[in-house]
């Protein structure tokens, strides 16, 4: 939480246009979608399950100027994945709401 306020803080800064980026990510709308698309299934906040946890996918893409877009593209279009040794289809939302997609990617880069 302290590091997305300096994160804020610092887009504010950055750009004096940031009040429509300012606001936190809706958590209860991408828990919905999230559970909605079986995202669950392969994922956990915060463990390691067939998928990285969220928190280390957050990591990752810290200090990733194109997080947004990769994250988005990912988490909109199949990919295959290895899972075990076998190659599946990696899940993608259910949805086509650009909105909501937008505020699942910022949730997920918030943690
Ligand atoms: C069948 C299991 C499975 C499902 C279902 C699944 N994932 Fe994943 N996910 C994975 C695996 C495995 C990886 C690691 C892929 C890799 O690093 O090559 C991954 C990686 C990711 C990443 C990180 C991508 C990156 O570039 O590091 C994100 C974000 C993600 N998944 C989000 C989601 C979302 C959102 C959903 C639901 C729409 C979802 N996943 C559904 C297995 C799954």
Redesign the pocket.
């Known amino acids: 939480m302290k590091l997305s306020l300096i994160g804020t803080t610092m887009a504010l800064l950055l750009c004096g246009a940031a009040a429509a980026t300012d606001k936190a990510p809706d958590e209860a709308g991408a828990m919905n979608l ?1 559970k909605a ?3 669950m ?3 956990s906040i915060d463990k390691k399950k ?3 946890a969220y928190t280390a ?1 957050a990591e ?1 893409y810290r200090d990733d100027p194109e997080a947004v877009a ?2 988005t593209d ?2 909109s279009n199949s990919h295959p ?1 290895e ?1 075990d040794g076998a190659e ?1 289809d ?4 259910n949805t086509r709401d650009a909105a909501k997609i937008n505020n ?1 990617v910022q949730w ?1 880069l918030s943690h």
């Open positions: 999230l698309s079986k995202c299934t392969c994922h067939d998928g990285p996918v990752k990769t994250l990912w988490v994945v899972i599946e990696h899940g993608v939302v699942l997920l």
